[in-house]
């Protein structure tokens, strides 16, 4: 059976003393005697009191909340961008409320509205694949809470943001294909009405025209970036009449589909197609042989949010210059892109 917990007015009829007498005794207040103090501190100790301090918060106008919105926090990328938040929210004296979208726009609209009911303080966001407006984040601006992007953002919105330089990461990815020889590379493209996506497709362009390779659409698979879509993706590649010799993908699950698919063709990888993903995540060095992804400083990205978040704070949101925090990508080259010893 739960224990009934005591509140602050059970004591002050116990000790027959004013709610506002426990109150003040409770914060150490000068203006109450010690012998008093210690009374209430005796009886709180006895009947397990606890201080609400979300509801001391309240009554002062501050929740000390912060609302975390992801699409998920099944992979290494959210979870380490969830870390770095909480690290600088924490020192600044903020607790930390996560809700997961669950890549459903439906999901994530009445997720808005559990953190605005929750009366968050701000909120940071990376916004569902199947998110293609703005409508539900209107709310949220209306009523002057600070929010902040990350990662993920509507292509052409004005919003303060804190992404990573995606194009770099698509461009950087390809080129290094490049040089190990490949030129017959696809890509594995996710929505392309995020940001992430489109730009990460236009790094992959940017490499390939910058080496006088074409542009081929039938090696660009469009999907929605799972394990399973790497695997479709490439049995569709592998059914061209010339496949592929290298595959770029913008995510790292759809990238280890594609290497199943690989061995149970009994097709080798770097040598008879190599592999590049996105993210880093923790299976990228697992995997054999390990997959060449691209790190997206989720920690820093983390990080840099809540830092967004207490500017806006510190300002009013409604006069608040959106800002966007532009991070640098680092492609970490494994074996499963490794042709030439030594070449990146």
């Not at 103090?37 to 009947?47: F, I, S």
């Not at 010339?242 to 280890?256: C, G």
């Not at 299976?283 to 997959?291: V, Y």
Request: charged content about 25%; proline content about 4%.
């Amino acid at each position: 059976m739960a224990r009934i917990k005591a509140s602050i007015t059970d004591l002050a009829q116990q000790l027959g003393v004013s709610v506002s007498t426990v109150s003040r005794a409770l914060s150490d207040h000068p203006g109450i005697s010690d012998a008093t103090k210690k009374k209430v501190w005796k009886l709180a100790k006895e009947l397990h009191y606890q201080p609400n301090h979300m509801a001391a918060g309240l009554r002062k106008g501050r929740s000390n909340l912060l609302g975390v919105l992801v699409p998920h926090i099944d992979g290494h990328f959210f979870t380490m961008v969830v870390k770095g938040i909480e690290t600088v929210a924490s020192k600044a004296g903020y607790n930390i409320m996560i809700c997961q979208s669950n890549e459903d726009v439906t999901h994530e609209r009445k997720n808005i509205e559990t953190l605005l009911s929750a009366q968050v303080e701000g909120i940071l966001v990376s916004m569902s694949r199947t998110t293609r407006d703005f409508r539900h984040f209107e709310k949220v601006r209306k009523q002057e809470i600070p929010l902040v992007f990350f990662d993920r953002v509507l292509d052409g919105l004005d919003v303060s943001a804190v992404v990573l330089d995606d194009r770099e990461g698509g461009y950087q990815s390809t080129k290094h294909l490049i040089k190990q020889g490949c030129r017959r590379i696809a890509h594995f493209g996710g929505p392309q009405h995020l940001n992430i996506y489109k730009h990460r497709r236009q790094g992959y362009i940017d490499a390939l025209l910058e080496a006088g390779l074409p542009l081929q659409e039938e090696l660009i698979f469009y999907c929605d970036m799972t394990l399973e879509d790497g695997i479709r993706g490439m049995q569709q590649m592998l059914e061209l009449p010339t496949p592929p010799d290298a595959v770029f993908s913008a995510s790292d699950f759809s990238v280890v589909g594609a290497l199943q698919e690989l061995k149970r063709q009994k097709l080798r990888v770097p040598q008879d197609i190599a592999l590049v993903g996105f993210s880093n995540e923790m299976f990228t060095s697992l995997t054999e042989p390990m997959l060449t992804s691209v790190d997206q400083r989720c920690e820093q990205m983390g990080q840099s949010a809540v830092r967004l978040f207490l500017e806006m704070r510190e300002e009013s949101s409604m006069t608040f210059s959106p800002r966007r925090v532009v991070l640098q990508p680092d492609l970490l080259i494994r074996e499963s892109s490794l042709l030439i010893s030594g070449k990146s």
